[in-house]
């Protein structure tokens, strides 16, 4: 007889237990059905589903509290702030100077910018323009023509002057 090793070391004879047995003495397990093996993987997805969105709003929930909190302490600076400068100028009664209320409206400028900035979303660097510097430089290619027509004929000095000038700009000559 065939014995079977069932969980937990134990040996039992086929056809002991509530499963089936095979023409050759093997014991069958019951498989899943295609109506069964299509709830279990919706249910599964279900499940996977839910976790996932958990997670998510987890994430959301705590990113959202935190950007509340900032919000709260920069607002509650800046009415601290808008008091203190509605209260005087130069030295205030706390001994702030008059470069201190720089420093303030500056703090304030940068608290409204923060919370701009929050509201709009971050802007790519690379999406910002930058202006170059100088005055724009003339097309050096209509200029190098203009001054090559006013050449005489024939004087090579003239040319090779003109070309060292014009390379010198940044025109490629040959």
């Known amino acids: ?27 069958e397990q019951p498989s899943p059905g295609p109506e069964n093996l299509a709830e279990l993987e919706a249910h599964l997805q279900a499940q996977i ?28 600076l800046q009415k601290t702030l808008s008091a203190e400068q509605a209260q005087g100028g130069g030295r205030s009664e706390s001994g702030r100077s008059p470069e201190s209320g720089e420093y303030l409206e500056l703090l304030e400028n940068l608290t409204n910018l923060v919370l701009q900035g929050a509201k709009k979303g971050n802007v790519h660097p690379a999406a910002v323009v930058q202006p170059g510097g100088g ?26 002057e003109l070309k060292r000038e014009f390379r010198g700009k940044g025109l490629e000559i040959f």
């Open 49 to 76: 589903e839910e976790a996932v969105e958990r997670r998510f709003q987890s994430a959301k929930d705590k990113r959202w509290a935190q950007l509340e909190k900032q919000y709260g302490e920069l607002s509650e």
């Open 1 to 27: 007889m065939t014995e079977r090793v069932e969980r937990g070391g134990d040996r039992q004879e086929p056809g002991t237990t509530g499963d089936r047995v095979s023409a050759d003495g093997r014991a």
């Open 135 to 160: 005055a724009p430089q003339a097309d050096l290619r209509s200029e190098y023509q203009v001054r090559l027509q006013q050449l005489r004929p024939g004087d090579v000095n003239g040319l090779m």
